[in-house]
């Protein structure tokens, strides 16, 4: 079943990748380029379930994830650069329901994002 997701990176190159796979999946997708723009698009309308990139101008992902749980029942997906297991462990205390390497390979996004969808 086709899901709503909102894709958050502030590289536009990483949001036309990932828009054009997950329309290939059949999703609807939305994009920010920052947290502040997510938080924004959160309070006119809802998603599915958010990938968020941790690096971005501003407010940072980790930073925004409590507030994007707060704003939303969506599950949040974040992305990130490090491999860093105490990363990965706050992010998950924080409320992420998934957190994983980039660049991101198709099977494993595809694979978590069904996984934070319930399908």
Known sequence: ?????????DEAVVREILSRQLAAWGHAVRIAASAEEALALLERESVDAVLLDNVLTGMTGLQALAELRRRSPAPVLLM????DPEFAKDARLLGAADVFGKPLDA?????ALDKALGL
Do not use: N, Q, Y
Not at 1 to 9: H, N, S
Not at 80 to 83: E, I, K, L, Q
Not at 107 to 111: C, I, S, V
């Open 1 to 9: 079943m086709p899901a709503k997701i909102l894709i958050v990176d």
């Open 80 to 83: 990130t650069g490090h491999s």
């Open 107 to 111: 099977e494993t996004l595809r694979l």
